[in-house]
């Protein structure tokens, strides 16, 4: 009971983070597992098959509060569940440690462009709520990033929801809500791929139970939360997930020791919490001008209907 308990609050934590920002919910529950001393395959496999579950909730909720892009779920999700398929398929066989930090630092580099440009100059089309993406760039990215999630316990928001962001083209809530719900082909996908490869008997019920129960009561919140944060808070805020995410993954990759990697958090965290400061203040900033910028335009029309009732 008390693993259950345990799990639950990691579940929820991680699908709070997840529905919010499009990401984490894998790599925070998989990290913990595998602190636990949990083999990577049964690792990974018990937080798909409970993602099974979450990622069905957060869809639901997304699109209740109108986050879900349909056509960009199907074309992003059914390259997704194949890749998903191969890569559990892959990891019941052997392991991706090793490509791990190279995938981490093109993470880290994506993730500092959206810092930067939600931050200090937010998309101008970030309130488009049908991406206008096609096949051509959503199947490679689906394939790629279903791979990735299946095969390193956790990776299909990390890798689709910057590759969105990036292109600036739509709304950060829809991308969030769209990868949440298109996780869901996902999930189902690499849990099929894990019960093939590894068999039933090295799931625990009571971690894959935790984990979709903490899952599914935050999902609702999440959703709710997704659609409260303005777009550069939100996109600012994914930027710096994803810098701190995968900049840990290369400093272990890098052996780098325990108290030279705490300076390095510490500093990733100042330059995240001051991005998203500049975020708020421009936000504030363009509240405060809405006003004056609409007096102007009021006294303009006047005008010009009071010269034109003149020469009439």
């Known amino acids: 009971m008390r693993t259950l308990i345990v799990f639950a609050l990691v579940g929820f934590g991680a699908q709070l983070v997840d529905g919010a920002l499009g990401m984490a919910y894998g790599v925070t529950s998989t990290s913990l597992l595998l602190l636990a001393g949990t083999n990577p395959a049964t690792a990974s496999a018990s937080v798909h098959l409970a993602e099974v579950g979450t990622t069905l909730a957060a869809g639901a909720s997304h699109w209740r509060f109108g986050n879900v892009d349909w056509k960009l779920v199907l074309r992003l999700g059914v390259p997704g569940a194949v890749g998903a398929f191969l890569g559990a398929t892959a990891l019941s066989a052997l392991s991706t440690e090793d490509a791990a930090p190279y995938m981490s630092g093109v993470l880290l580099a994506l993730g500092v462009y959206i810092l930067v440009r939600f931050s200090v100059r937010p998309p101008r089309t970030s309130t488009v709520r049908v991406s206008p993406h096609r096949s051509k760039f959503l199947s490679p990215l689906g394939l790629v990033a279903g791979f990735v999630d299946a095969s390193g316990g956790g990776g299909w928001g990390p890798v689709a929801t910057p590759a969105l962001l990036t292109a600036g083209k739509t709304a950060p809530r829809t991308v969030v809500g769209s990868v949440d719900t298109s996780e869901f ?99 504030r900033q363009a509240a405060a001008t809405e006003p004056a910028e609409s007096a102007e335009s009021a006294e303009s029309a006047e005008s010009e209907r009071a010269t034109v009732t003149a020469k009439d």
Request: glycine share 12%.
């Open 185 to 283: 082909l996902v999930a189902v996908a690499a849990s099929i791929g894990f019960l093939i490869g590894l068999g039933s008997e090295v799931l625990d019920p009571w971690t894959v139970g935790g984990l979709l129960l903490g899952g599914v009561l935050a999902a609702p919140v999440a959703a709710w939360l997704v659609t409260k944060i303005p777009a550069p808070v939100l996109g600012t805020a994914v930027g710096g997930l994803i810098v701190l995410t995968n900049a840990r993954t290369i400093l272990r990759a890098l052996d780098v020791a325990d108290g030279a990697r705490t300076p390095i958090y510490l500093a990733i965290v100042g330059v995240w919490v001051a991005a998203v400061a500049i975020a708020v203040a421009k936000l």
